[in-house]
Nanobody, 115 residues
Framework: QVQFVESGGGLVQPGGSLRLSCAAS??????YGWYRQAPGKERELVAD????????NYADSVKGRFTISRVNTKKTVYLQMNSLKPEDTAVYYC??????????WGQGTQVTVSS
């Protein structure tokens, strides 16, 4: 069973930065990513990255502010979030996907952007 350790969430003022990390306990994955879900809204893709080549994809709302990265040997994915806005407030979930299309999810970490 794949388990994750997520860290880095918290409360930050608008314009501030946070770095999320998510480490899988086991497995071989073809891609990693982050989703988020704000109260009353559907879960949305924030960013994803392939294990081989490091090809990235971002939601338009975070382009230029967020950066996703991964360290394959550590089975870890990161999300550097800069210039945070109140609308970035949400629970952020990491995932890891196998080559067979199976996705495993982290437990979620709260990010709150408020003055």
């Amino acid at each position: 069973q794949v388990q994750f350790v997520e860290s880095g969430g918290g409360l930050v003022q608008p314009g501030g930065s946070l770095r999320l990390s998510c480490a899988a306990s086991t497995g071989t994955f073809s891609s990693y990513g982050w989703y988020r879900q704000a109260p009353g809204k559907e879960r949305e893709l924030v960013a994803d990255i392939t294990s081989i080549g490091g090809t990235t994809n971002y939601a338009d709302s975070v382009k230029g502010r967020f950066t996703i990265s991964r360290v394959n040997t550590k089975k870890t994915v990161y999300l550097q979030m800069n210039s945070l806005k109140p609308e970035d407030t949400a629970v952020y979930y990491c995932y890891a996907r196998t080559v067979w299309g199976t996705s495993y999810w982290g437990q979620g970490t709260q990010v709150t952007v408020s003055s």
